[in-house]
């Protein structure tokens, strides 16, 4: 095991968040080798950490699922609007995992989560392939068509974000591959394929050219796609898909 930051380990290797590892920490309830400790340490091989006495063990399986998220639902544990999350529609078992990258609510399509927060960070800063089906209102022009190919910056980017972004520039890499599919009545249909999961990044894209997105559904994740999976049900990653992610986790050095 590498080192690592103490709140980090916790969340790693246990049901609490980084923040509720903080607050345990502050707490002093957290012990490396015997002795309390009140401050953000790194917590190396050989050590042994306990919380309010119980030995924390290293988490050596995970589990990942896919779901197939429907429009309407919230990627969040909780809403104080009550509003419909996704945890709504999952099994209890399921309830402390993490989500993979978020899709906002107006979004469907392709989730990936799992029980271990490590492999979920890696995979959401990771370059992997996310393929998206769009419909958005109006035509693309060659001014789009060249902006997709090659990329650009945009010093607001905040048509299609969210009212409340703190995010106002961004920088949008090329599309690894975009296809029109057709348009009829003031809509175009596109199937896309991008590299990167930033914050409603394909809203913000399309929105900078005044083009709104009515749909958007994302359908595979590199080699994770929806497949036959029905809207709002799930499935465990099968073996092949696990091998796939075990190569990506070695070839990153990512430890779990």
Known sequence: MQKM??????????????????????????????????????????????ISGRFVKLKKDFTVIIYNKQKGELVTKKDDRGRKTIYDNL???????????????????????????????????????????????????????????????????????????????????????YSILGSSGGYTKLKVIINEGKNRELRRFFGYFDLEVMDLKRVSFGRVDLGMLKDGKWRYLEPNEYEDLRDFLKQNKVYY
Not at 39 to 45: A, K, L, P, S, Y
């Open 5 to 50: 930051r103490l709140n980090k380990f916790i969340s790693h290797n246990t049901n609490y968040s980084r923040r509720e590892a903080d607050e345990l920490i502050k707490e002093g309830k957290v012990s490396i080798n015997g002795r309390v400790v009140s401050d953000f340490v790194e917590v190396g091989e050989g050590d042994k950490v306990r």
């Open 91 to 177: 099994p209890d078992g399921f309830s402390k995992f993490v989500s993979i990258g978020r899709l906002d609510y107006a979004s469907e399509g392709l989730l990936l989560l799992t029980d271990a927060p490590a492999i979920a960070t890696a995979l959401m800063e990771s370059d992997i392939e996310r393929m998206y089906y769009l419909k958005v209102k109006g035509e693309i022009t060659e001014e789009v068509i060249a902006a997709m190919r090659e990329g650009f910056f945009a010093s607001d980017a905040t048509k299609g974000a969210h009212a409340k972004t703190q995010i106002k520039s961004m920088e949008f890499k090329p599309f690894l591959a």
